[in-house]
């Protein structure tokens, strides 16, 4: 069995559904002992049935399980669902999202080369890109995300790949994906999108041209905060580089964590419909809140690219960012006077989420890129849970008042 024209056999099964949730739930293996669910394969190595076979896998000749270092089932089904849901030929999953980022460019970077990367990424791709790169002497430049027509000034000869998260996190900021995938293509430039605040049941950046996606799923694709995990995607051609770099490397994922994430696939649709509801619901409501300076969400009409979210998103996602009037003291407070949000550094959750960027994930970033990235002092992410809206709406109401 070759792997890649295994993808490529259930992209074409797969085909004749059109509707994400039954490709995300009847997405699968063949199952050896017709158990219905995905069982956990939990070995470190599969054994060969002789010398010859032996010699054929690792001579590439055909692809099959070897070491889960390399591959494994639960990896594999993992990796196949993602790819029948971004419409892409193969990928590579790995232990965290940080791992798919640093893999996606250290495949395809080398000394020399440049990497023009958004202005608003997560923090740890930011400082991958600001403080490790260097060091192997791949530079870069960072693009104003606010700015897209100064973006092809920045694009220089050596320069590989445009890197890009949309939305952003946490300043909730899109890229025009069709805008970004077109400069790539007219300059020959790869294109690599951090998929993971929409997820692909929002937004799919492969239909766009996007040569590679990568996630964390440890987010909305877990969705209940129980593992860490991430995925690398892209062309067979592409995906074959990133094997041969993640085969050396090690930077795997856990059979267990994929079984876990697999499993989450199939309710991924649900929940992100409720994430959304909810989240665009109390973006409302803030809106209208007089101790609330700004609320920022995609699907919201006053959010400056509203227009660009109704057209590549099907909806806003399930996180809402809002300055609370009062600026970084004022924001502490309100994190420290909430009594039902958890206060952690994850997202994407079934329990709403609050966290305070400026003391926290980017305290370390200067102010002045901090706030061109649309983090201030009183700026509070919330990964809107699925809970009642009523009660979500409370908790917000009784921390703004003790907060005072
Ligand atoms: C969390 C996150 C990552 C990193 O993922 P981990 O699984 O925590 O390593 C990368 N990009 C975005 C947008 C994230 O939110």
């Given amino acids: 069995m070759i792997r890649n ?60 399980n070897i070491y889960s270092r390399f591959s494994n089932p639960n990896v594999n089904e993992f990796v196949e669902k ?29 000394s020399g080369d440049h990497i023009l990367a958004s202005s608003a990424l997560f923090a740890s791709s930011t400082r991958i890109i600001k403080e490790f790169l260097p060091k192997w002497n791949i530079e870069y430049s960072f693009y104003d995300i606010n700015k897209p027509e100064t973006w092809e000034s920045l694009i220089q000869p050596n ?27 007219k300059h020959n430039l790869l294109v690599n999108i951090d998929n993971c605040f929409a997820t692909p049941y929002l937004q799919t950046p ?10 964390s799923a440890t987010k909305f694709i877990d969705g209940q905060g129980r593992v860490c995990g991430g995925v690398v995607l892209g062309s067979a ?78 909806q806003g996602g399930g996180v809402v960012t809002f300055i609370v009037k009062g600026g970084i003291d004022r924001g502490r407070k309100f994190l420290d006077s909430l009594e039902m949000f958890s206060h952690t550094a994850n997202l994407g959750d079934c329990r709403t989420i609050a966290t305070h960027p400026a003391s926290t994930t980017h ?3 200067e102010e002045s890129v901090r706030e061109a990235a ?31």
């Avoid at 069982?39 to 001579?59: C, G, I, N, V």
């Avoid at 809107?384 to 409370?394: M, N, P, S």
């Fill in 5 to 64: 024209s295994h993808i490529a056999i259930l992209n074409t099964i797969m085909k004749k559904y059109t509707n994400f949730a039954t490709k995300a739930i009847r997405t699968q293996h063949e199952r050896a002992f017709r158990e219905h669910s995905v069982p956990l394969y939990l070995t470190s190595s599969f054994t060969f049935d002789d010398a010859e076979q032996a010699r054929a896998l690792f001579a590439d000749e055909y692809v099959d």
């Fill in 82 to 110: 993602m790819c029948v849901l971004e419409g892409t030929e193969d990928g590579f999953g790995t232990a965290t999202g940080m791992a798919a980022v640093f893999a996606s460019l250290m495949t395809f970077l080398k």
């Fill in 159 to 185: 320069t590989k790949m445009i890197f890009a998260e949309t939305p952003s996190n946490p300043g909730l900021v899109l890229i025009d994906l069709e805008h970004l995938c077109a400069l790539g293509k």
């Fill in 206 to 215: 492969a239909k766009y041209g996007a040569d590679i996606i990568t996630h």
């Fill in 237 to 314: 051609a592409l995906i074959k580089e990133v094997r041969a770099f993640c085969r050396q490397t090690g930077p795997a994922m856990s059979p267990f964590n994929a079984w876990i994430l697999s499993k989450s696939l199939e309710t991924l649709h649900v929940r992100m419909d409720r994430h959304c509801d909810n989240a665009l619901a109390l973006a409302k409501w803030l809106e209208t809140n007089p101790e609330i300076e700004k609320t920022i969400y995609p699907f919201l009409p006053s959010h400056p690219q509203y227009d660009l979210a109704k057209k590549q998103m099907s």
């Fill in 363 to 365: 305290s370390k970033i």
């Fill in 374 to 404: 649309g983090i201030f002092g009183g700026t509070v992410r919330v990964s809107v849970g699925l809970e009642h809206i009523d009660d979500i709406k409370a908790d917000i109401a009784q921390a703004l008042e003790k907060s005072k």
